[in-house]
């Protein structure tokens, strides 16, 4: 499948399992018009479809925020909620913004916003 935008970056757990810490990982992250996936070592870890999307957008900082999360964007889903994704800086998270936009347009019907 074409691929929009993939780049290794940092997520949190999406706490799935009510009782596991939240942690973060650097996973390989690809977009397609169909699917947003990640991948630890070429092994699919997780995968949401574009569809199940409502809403990708930029987070506000809470005070002391490492230096590797400065750049979070959200993805809200339909299905477990909230994925949290850490772009390396202000360039790279705004290449994944408009990745998320076109991939949305691309879409005979446009289910979900980028809202900024
Ligand atoms: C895992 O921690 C990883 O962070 C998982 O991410 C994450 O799954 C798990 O959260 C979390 O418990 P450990 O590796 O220390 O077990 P990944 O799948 O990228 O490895 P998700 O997919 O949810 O982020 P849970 O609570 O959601 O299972």
Same mark, same amino acid.
């Given at each position: 499948k074409k691929i929009i935008l993939e780049e290794l970056l940092l997520k949190k757990s999406q706490q799935k399992r009510k009782m596991s810490p939240a942690n973060?990982?650097?996973?390989?992250?690809?977009?397609?018009?169909t699917s947003l996936s990640y991948y /630890?070592?070429?092994r699919k870890k997780g995968s949401i479809e574009i569809e199940k999307i409502r809403c990708v957008e930029t987070v506000n900082l809470e005070e002391s925020t490492p230096p590797a999360r400065q750049y979070p964007f959200q993805v809200s889903h339909e299905i477990y909620g909230l994925l949290y994704v850490y772009a390396p800086?202000? /360039?790279r998270r705004n290449k994944w913004l408009a990745a998320f936009e076109k991939a949305s347009r691309d879409k005979f019907l446009l289910k979900f916003t980028v809202c900024f």
């Open positions: 973060y990982k650097k996973r390989l992250f690809v977009l397609t018009k /630890e070592y070429g800086d202000e /360039e």
